[in-house]
Each structure stands twice: as C-alpha cells, then as structure tokens.
C-alpha cells in the first residue's frame, strides 16, 4: 500500500489521529455554525457581484467549502466565494457565458494540484507585497464601484464591465436615484458598522439582511429584493454534472484559469499563514493548494464559482473556538442546511443591504493602511504597486498580475545584479602576508554575489577592465551562493578569453552548491583549473610556472 507522505497528508487526518472526542466536536459544531451564520450573506452577495446569482455562491460555499476543510493542509481553514474572485469570474462570464467560467475553473482546480505536488506553494510566498496589494486594492475598488448601482437604486440599464464605461452610465443615470433604496442601503451599513463596534462578535452581517428585508416587507417600501432580480433561484443543491467542453473553449479560457489558480493560491496561503499566527499550528502549503484544487473541481461539477481560503471566515472560526477541520466541514453542511429550509426566505434579501455588505467586504480588502506605508517605500516599490493598481482598474487583472510579476522580478534582478561584483586582489587575500607571497604575474579576483544572467554582464565588465595580462587568474568564488547557466556561460567566457591571451584560470573556493552545479553540467569545464582553497591556488599558480 502506497505510504502518503508526511507533507500532503490533509490536516483532517493529523487532526483525527491526535484524538477526537466529544469536547472537541461540540467545539467544531459552535464554530461550523457561527462561521455559517456570517458566510450566507456574503456567499450570497459574492455570487451576485460575480455577475452569476446568489444561489451559485451558496452553492461554492457549501462544496468547495466542505472539500478545503476535508483535503486541505490547514487546521482550521475556512474556504468558499472571496471577493478576490469577483473581476476574473465577472470577465469570464462576459466573455465566455457560465460554461467558460466552470471549464476555467476545473482548470485551475487541475493548476492547483499540480503546483501543490510541484512544490510551487513555497514560492507563492515570494510574490512582492506592492503587487499583492496593488492588485487586492484594484479588486477593491472595482467591487465597490460595481455595487454603486444598487446601493443607490440607479436604472442605468445594461451597465458596462469597464471602470470609465461604469462610471459614464452610473453618472448618466443620477436623476433615477432611489431614495428608499438609498435609505435601506445607508441602514444596513450603518447597523453592520454599530454592531461590529458594539460587539464584534455578533453576526452582523446576518442581523442587518434580517433587519432591512423586514424593513421593505412591512412598509412596503420599492425596493429592488433578490426574488425580484433572481425569480426563479433555486432552493437546494443540484447534483454533479459535468460541463461541456472543448478543445477551443479550453484554449480560450487558460489565461483565466491562471488567473483564479494564482489567486486562489495566493489567497488561500495567506489565510493559512494568517491562521497559523492565531493558532500556533503550522500548515502544509502543499497539500492546502492540493485541496483548493480539488474543492474547485467539485465546485464546478455542482456548478459554483471558484473558491479559495476566506482569512475573515478563518479568523471567524478561530475566535469561534475551531479545534480542527471538522469545524469546516460543519460550516458547509450548516450552510446546506439553511438552503433547504429556509432558502426561500432569500428572496426577501434587498439588494442595497448586500450592496453594502460588499462595500464593507471592498474597504477591508483595500487594505489602504498597508497602501499608504508602500507609497512611502522606494520609487522602485511605488512604481510597481501604482502600476498593477492602474492596470487592475483600468485594464484587466490578468495584464496586472502578469505586468507585476515580470516588473518585481526584473526589479530583484537588478538590485541582484548590483549586490555581485568582481574584488581586486586586495580585497581577496585577507592575510596581508598571503598577498606579499602571491607570486609575480598571478592575479586574484574575488566574485561576491549570486552569479545569475543578471550579473553576468558586470561580471564580463570588470574583468575587461584588466589593464595587463597576468600568467594566472585566480577566480575565488567562495562568496558565490548561487550560479545559473548564465553564469557559467560568463566563467567559459572568462576562461576562454584568459587563454587567448595567454593566461591561466584557476577556480577555487568554490561553495559545494556551485562546485556540484559546475561538475554536474560542465564535468570538465575547459580550460579552467580547480582546486579546493586559495592555498592551494596560489601553490598550483607558483608551480605552473
């Protein structure tokens, strides 16, 4: 029988292999059904700005949901419909129609797993905060301003997915404003916002739909509900079934399903390092990108939207006093519950109260704290948040996300590139009487930094700027952690260029990493002589000659 090893065994079993008793599972019952009482109304009105239905984030939350808690590689992860999701799911549904959405789905789902096995969860975390936050910011402001129109009751008809196209017909439409619409939506925030100061354990969001749907009801107020706009919802889960799909249909929506795995990834990392802070336990990168991927599959066989770790469901669960992943798994089925007895009474919801709890879920998603301290940081760092914010907002989050990435990562590469140089003898020998024994004509030069493509030219630079050819080069690489093919290709060019003129190359201190490097890829290396220390460099040099 196969062994799982250690690193993608989900949490769920770690958790029941400790032991599992009533105490614990009374917890996790508590817990399952607070974090369901706040993810109902947002899994609703997620589903609604995503451009598909309430139903369908229901549906997410509850699958998708089940499935992260049950395969995941945190304890006490929460996971369902984010906001983060909300522009990608929205395009793709524009684009591509809903069957575009579930095969980019399925597809990110198949991502992530691969990129759990492949280890990619570890370098997730490299992602710059300018471009995490910029894009987060960006998915912020695009949520609020497309929650504009209901909050205020405007009748812009067909409004378009564009920011500036937005904004033109929300402008265009003010004189259709809604009083009661606003009045409703103006309440439900400000009740949201008191409770949370009140007491923030509450179920705020839960209480102010309450509150404002029996406010429209009893005074019969013209208010626009969730029955009005989605008449003929659903009211349990549908079974499996699986899209239809094709080779061109695939090809089609690929960029996007890259887009919903890098963020589904980004996401869904970060809340388990954010729950780890909270709890002390450390959770499994891998096997928690192994469980988003196969909770999106199944959601889009049940036909829901992408999922990914919720961090303020997590934290929710947490302070509900959450034991394991069965607090996870009772939140989906708490969830389930709900929709098949009471799913008609979300008809009742208005549209201006999840309005305004997606404007509340926008400005903590802004994170405009964390915005303000990077537009202090260096011009580097503020050019590269500015620009993937622009580009979200403007543009399209895929072009931003792309664009960001290849920026912040030229950007290290130079700040690399400029951390290598190439010493002179003076700064290499460090025993003063070492140096005065170097026999006449030999040269040593010290490379410090990682010697990459990046540093490659600088490197070809100062060499070249060798006034007089000694007999022998001594290249004393010991502050060299790491070397790519770029940098060998510079060492050949190096070796061969010394000989042409004549000179010898002696290559030592080499740390084992770039010694196994050069030995696994150039055994022989032409030309070039190494050895293990200077010592023994500058003896080889004095005997050679």
Not at 237 to 251: F, I, T
Not at 270 to 278: C, E, F, P, W
Not at 474 to 486: A, G, K, N, Q
Request: with cysteine.
């Amino acid at each position: 029988m196969m062994r799982i090893p250690p690193a993608f065994t989900p949490k769920l079993v770690t958790a029941l292999r400790e032991g599992y008793g009533p105490a614990r599972l009374r917890a996790d019952l508590v817990a399952g059904l607070t974090v369901a009482i706040v993810a109902l109304p947002l899994s609703m009105a997620l589903g609604i700005a995503s451009g598909a239905s309430p139903d369908k984030g229901l549906v997410t939350a509850i699958v998708a949901g089940f499935v992260i808690s049950l395969l995941g590689g945190s304890r006490v992860q929460v996971g369902g419909p984010t906001g983060a999701f909300v522009v990608v799911i929205a395009g793709v549904i524009a684009r591509h129609g809903y069957d575009g959405l579930l095969a980019a789905t399925l597809m990110a789902g198949v991502i992530l797993i691969v990129a759990g096995y492949a280890g990619v969860g570890r370098l997730m975390r490299y992602v710059p905060m300018p471009v995490v936050t910029g894009f987060t910011a960006g998915i912020a402001v695009i949520i609020a301003s497309g929650e504009v129109g209901d909050f205020l009751g405007l009748q812009a008809g067909k409004v378009p997915a564009e920011f500036i196209g937005k904004w033109s017909a929300y402008i265009g439409a003010m004189g259709t404003v809604s009083w009661a619409t606003v009045a409703v939506g103006a309440g439900t925030l400000g009740l949201i916002l008191v409770l949370r100061r009140i007491n923030p354990r509450l179920p705020g969001y839960l209480i102010a739909i309450v509150a404002a749907g029996a406010a429209v009801a009893l005074l019969h107020l013209p208010v626009e509900t969730v029955g009005h706009r989605f008449p003929a919802m659903p009211t349990s889960l549908p079974g499996p079934h699986v899209p239809a799909l094709s080779l061109d249909v695939l090809r089609d929506v690929l960029p996007s399903a890259f887009t919903i795995a890098f963020l589904a990834g980004i996401e869904a990392l970060l809340s388990a390092v954010v729950a780890d802070g909270m709890t002390g336990f450390r959770h499994r990168s891998g096997q928690e990108l192994v469980g988003q991927g196969v909770a999106n599959i199944a959601s889009a066989l049940f036909g829901g939207l992408p999922a990914t770790g919720a961090i303020a469901r997590t934290a929710t669960n947490i302070r509900a006093g959450a034991q394991t992943p069965v607090a996870g798994m009772a939140h989906a089925l708490f969830l389930l519950a709900i929709l098949l007895v009471a799913g008609r009474l979300v008809a009742f919801v208005p549209m201006p109260a999840l309005a305004a709890i997606l404007l509340i879920v926008a400005w903590g998603m802004s994170e405009i704290e964390r915005f303000r301290a990077l537009l202090r940081m260096a011009v580097g760092e503020r050019a590269l948040l500015l620009l993937t914010f622009g580009l979200t907002v403007f543009v399209d989050l895929t072009v931003a996300i792309g664009v960001g990435v290849t920026l912040a990562s030229l950007l290290f590469m130079a700040r690399m590139s400029e951390a290598t140089g190439v010493l002179d003898e003076d700064d290499s020998v460090e025993d003063p009487t070492q140096r005065a024994a170097l026999p006449a004509g030999v040269e040593v030069f010290r490379i410090a930094g990682p010697l990459f493509f990046g540093a490659a030219g600088q490197m070809l630079e100062a060499l070249g700027r060798i006034g007089r050819t000694p007999k022998v080069v001594i290249l004393r690489l010991d502050r060299v952690p790491f070397i790519d093919s770029s940098g060998i290709h510079v060492l050949e060019t190096v070796v061969r260029l010394a000989r042409e003129r004549g000179a010898r190359v002696i290559l030592c201190d080499m740390p084992r990493p770039v010694w196994e490097m050069l030995a696994r890829t150039h055994p022989r290396f032409a030309g070039a002589e190494r050895v293990s220390t200077l010592a023994a460099a500058i003896r080889r040099a004095g005997a050679g000659r």
